[in-house]
């Protein structure tokens, strides 16, 4: 296979699970959110880059965002974040 074929592969291949990824953030999200505030489990999301203002980070949020920003965590790592009278999540 030539490389400029090669690379076009791992392009659309790439593209394809981000599509995905999109569709389940879309479609299934909101969906697992319900199911788990049914059990008194608070779920969301929020991002460094927002494209919609209604998703801003609780303050809470701010410190494990700039986290991930500065990188990626250790395979394995668990992070504990305190949320105030919420508890720890």
């Not at 788990?36 to 701010?62: D, K, Q, Y």
């Amino acid at each position: 296979m030539t490389g400029a074929l090669r690379t076009r592969t791992r392009t659309v291949s790439v593209l394809a699970m981000l599509g995905a990824a999109i569709d389940a953030c879309r479609v299934e999200a909101p969906r697992i959110a319900e199911r788990v505030g049914a059990a008194g489990v608070a779920a969301g999301r929020t991002s460094h880059r927002l494209r919609n203002p209604a998703n801003a980070p609780e303050p809470w949020m701010v410190p494990p965002l700039d986290e991930f920003r500065a990188g990626p965590p250790q395979p394995g790592a668990w992070r504990s974040v305190d949320l105030g009278l919420r508890g720890t999540g």
